[in-house]
């Protein structure tokens, strides 16, 4: 499998567990990732997470799906759920990436989650709050902003969301 034909596409990655992961990845060469990493494996890079080609079952492009999700399969998935798991570090990471559609799935991860007061989540809310802030500051997009400003109010106690 020819790992850098799939840089800078949407895809979808099944690792060898069969777990399934999309996103826009980034390829990352050999010598790149033996500079970075400590392994002189090539591999494909989402947003928080690297696969190592020996990490891979298999890759399918998504450039030309178009569904109710655009490029994506669903609303949000295995990466998003990982990455709400890891906490706000890794929130932070897909903040201040550049990829606008991440952003937006993260944040219905984090939707959902948010539904019970009893999420991890809360534990970490005032952090939650600043990086939502200083997303809505830098962040053009209006359905993010809407979307960031509805967790901020969650998060304040102000409304369920529904």
Not at 39 to 44: F, I, K, S, V
Not at 49 to 70: A, N
Not at 111 to 133: I, T
Request: glycine share 8%; charged share 30%; with cysteine.
């Amino acid at each position: 499998m020819k790992l850098s034909k799939f840089d800078g596409q949407c895809v979808q990655i099944e690792d060898n567990s069969g777990d399934l992961f999309e996103g826009y990845c980034s390829y990352n060469s050999a010598e790149y990732n033996e500079h970075e990493f400590g392994n002189d494996e090539e591999g494909l890079e989402l947003p928080g997470i690297l696969f190592f080609k020996s990490d891979i079952r298999k890759v399918t492009s998504l450039e030309d799906h178009q569904g109710p999700y655009g490029k994506f399969t669903s609303s949000y998935g295995k990466l998003e759920e990982m990455i709400v798991e890891d906490g706000v570090d890794m929130i932070d990471e897909v903040f201040y990436s550049e990829e606008q559609e991440h952003i937006y799935r993260l944040l219905l991860c984090m939707e959902n989650h948010l539904k019970s007061p009893e999420d991890s989540l809360f534990e970490s809310s005032k952090e939650l709050v600043a990086l939502l802030k200083g997303l809505n500051i830098m962040n053009v997009d209006e359905k993010t902003k809407e979307k960031a400003q509805a967790l901020i109010t969650r998060l304040q106690g102000q409304s369920p969301l529904t």
